[in-house]
């Protein structure tokens, strides 16, 4: 009887506690994009202020766009913050305390927080990163319109392109590298310019090196004009028009340049077979996508190092250091998390390391955490 007793007090206690908690992260994110939001509404404005002929209602729209990739860049911390917030209330008001004297254990009311803060990741990840793709991605597109004066996506590479794609019409089955010096994006044509195609063999031997002075990226096919072969130990020899098979078209050459946070998870790993298909650098999206599958769980670990820092009971005193220390080492996370990406980015660390390194020492921290709270 008494055992009963004691697990319906448990389950009363853990989803009063998850109402708590979740409550209070949603207005803590909720607080924290509104301070970004009006950062980058400001950053905006000032933008807008160089351009006399750019309507300043444009200013609301994009940074309205930009407020679910807000709210994905901050979810970790608004976790963090909302629970240090919702525990340390819980603990002042000796709630907390009166559990864990009628033998209800730290683990047992922090299992329904814990499941609310992946639950939260989760939709995150599954939900609103496809829809903070679109937006962002319709965002990049006013900016580049509107308030940049260079020329789009594509001229983030300085203007040349670089690809890599199976060659099946060579004399022998190999690869076929593409190089144009100049690209340029009009009317949704891609047109490319001092465009060499190295054809090599499956032992990586040059079987054939066409050149041509301009082309179009068409349906399924490079059409190239005026165009020369030249093959190893011979004349160049005058071809005129000539065609070359392609999987891209031209959404997927501006998307590899674009930045990795205008795709959708969903769309992400297709994507990243295509970019190394076609020789592009995947790193930054491999570091994004891994990025986004490690949300759920750091959100959990945000949620264990926020009971961790702040479920000291008031009576031991030096509440204040403790919830400083959570927030410090918040901050600490989002720093080490930042670093890591860019080491991902540049290559230094692998995509996955960069990615869940961070989440696996802020979860070793929270458990170490825990486990001094409830045997200490």
Known sequence: ??????????VTLSLYIARQFTLSVVAMIMALTGLVSLFDFIDLLRRVATKPNVPTRLVTEIAGLHVPYFIIMILPFGVLLGGIVCFWRLTRSSELIVARAAGISAWQFLAAPLA???????????????????????????????????????????????????????????????????????????????ISIFRLDD??????????????????????????????????????DYALPTNLTVAR????????????????????????????????????????????????TMALVSAGFSMRPTRR???????????????????????????GDSGA??????????????????ISLLLHLEDG
């Not at 190999?174 to 690209?183: P, Q, T």
């Not at 891994?290 to 959100?299: E, F, K, N």
């Open 1 to 10: 009887m008494h055992r009963r007793w004691t697990t319906g007090v448990s």
């Open 116 to 194: 609310c803060a992946l639950l939260i990741g989760g939709l995150a990840t599954a939900g609103l990163s496809p829809l903070s793709s679109f937006m962002f991605r319709k965002a990049e597109l006013l900016d580049e319109t509107y308030l940049k004066t260079g020329g789009g996506p594509l001229a983030l590479n300085g203007g040349a392109l670089w690809t890599r794609q199976p060659d099946d019409t060579a004399e022998s089955r190999g690869v076929a590298i593409l190089h144009a010096r100049d690209v340029h994006l009009r009317d949704g044509v891609l047109n490319v310019t001092n």
């Open 203 to 240: 032992h990586d031997h040059l079987v054939l090196r066409i050149e041509a002075p301009r082309g179009v990226l068409a349906h399924k096919h490079w059409q190239l004009e005026d165009a020369s072969t030249i093959r190893p130990d011979h004349l160049p020899v005058r071809i005129g």
């Open 253 to 300: 050459v501006e998307e590899s340049f674009a930045s990795p946070e205008t795709l959708s998870i969903w769309t992400l790993p297709g994507f990243i077979r295509l970019l190394d298909r076609s020789g592009f650098s995947s790193i930054r999206h491999r570091l994004h996508f891994q990025t986004l599958l490690a949300l759920p769980i750091l959100t959990g």
């Open 317 to 343: 005193g030096g509440v204040a250091r403790m919830l400083g220390s959570g927030i410090a080492t918040g901050f600490l996370l989002f720093t080490v998390s930042k670093v890591a990406a860019q080491f």
């Open 349 to 366: 660390l692998p995509p996955m390391l960069a990615a869940w390194a961070p989440t696996g020492a802020g979860l070793c921290l929270a």
